[in-house]
């Protein structure tokens, strides 16, 4: 665990989510499940200090473009300067309450996939029904969302259909792996 993850989570554990960061285990298991066999639109959702992000740079391709949204201030001055010298990785210090918006400005509607491991479950339900209207809204028919949580309540979330749901072990605390669709009756 780094200073900074150490740092941010004393100064607000609920918005932090974890007690560590992912293994890398998890990282590379979600990554993994993103397809860059051509150029695809990527958003993560409060990334942190980038684990995840960094498996998933890793894996794409150069027109691929990767949207980083951080709500938390420290976090992002650290993405800013960690994918500094990556023009594919676009950093947003913004609120994920906001997504269709902020990929409009950014002419990114209808991201292939987004990403988030933000802790839906021990969330006020106000807000977590807002945060998952969000997503859905901002996502087109070929999109999926990809989510790691302690519960797999999102996959019987009206607003998504499941489409593969795994559990990892390797992770402290072991997570479930959910790839998610818009609902069809959401389209419509």
Same mark, same amino acid.
């Given at each position: 665990?780094?200073?900074?993850?150490?740092?941010?989570?004393?100064?607000?554990?609920?918005?932090?989510?974890?007690?560590?960061?992912?293994?890398?285990?998890?990282?590379?298991?979600?990554?993994?499940?993103?397809?860059?066999?051509?150029?695809?639109?990527?958003?993560?959702?409060?990334?942190?200090?980038?684990?995840?992000?960094?498996? &998933?740079? @890793?894996? =794409?391709? +150069?027109? *691929?473009?990767? %949207?980083?949204?951080?709500?938390?201030?420290?976090?992002? /001055? #650290?993405?800013?300067?960690?994918?500094?010298?990556?023009?594919?990785?676009?950093?947003?210090?913004?609120?994920?309450?906001?997504?269709?918006?902020?990929?409009?400005?950014?002419?990114?509607?209808?991201?292939?996939?987004?990403?988030?491991?933000?802790?839906?479950?021990?969330?006020?339900?106000?807000?977590?029904?807002?945060?998952?209207?969000? &997503?859905? @809204?901002? =996502?087109? +028919?070929? *999109?999926?969302? %990809?989510?790691?949580?302690?519960?797999?309540?999102?996959? /019987? #979330?009206?607003?998504?259909?499941?489409?593969?749901?795994?559990?990892?072990?390797?992770?402290?605390?072991?997570?479930?792996?959910?790839?998610?669709?818009?609902?069809?009756?959401?389209?419509?």
């Amino acid at each position: 665990m780094s200073f900074l993850f150490f740092k941010r989570l004393l100064a607000n554990p609920i918005r932090v989510g974890y007690i560590v960061p992912s293994s890398p285990f998890l990282t590379r298991k979600t990554a993994r499940r993103i397809d860059f066999s051509k150029p695809r639109i990527v958003v993560e959702l409060g990334p942190g200090e980038g684990c995840h992000t960094r498996q &998933i740079v @890793r894996r =794409m391709n +150069p027109a *691929s473009r990767l %949207i980083l949204i951080e709500l938390d201030a420290h976090f992002v /001055e #650290h993405l800013e300067k960690q994918f500094a010298n990556d023009a594919r990785v676009t950093v947003v210090h913004g609120d994920a309450l906001h997504l269709p918006e902020t990929l409009d400005s950014l002419g990114c509607a209808d991201p292939d996939y987004i990403v988030s491991g933000i802790p839906f479950t021990i969330m006020e339900r106000n807000l977590r029904e807002q945060l998952l209207a969000s &997503i859905a @809204r901002a =996502m087109g +028919p070929e *999109s999926i969302f %990809i989510t790691y949580q302690f519960s797999r309540q999102l996959s /019987e #979330h009206g607003l998504f259909e499941l489409k593969r749901s795994e559990h990892c072990l390797f992770n402290v605390p072991p997570l479930n792996l959910i790839e998610l669709k818009k609902s069809v009756a959401v389209e419509e």
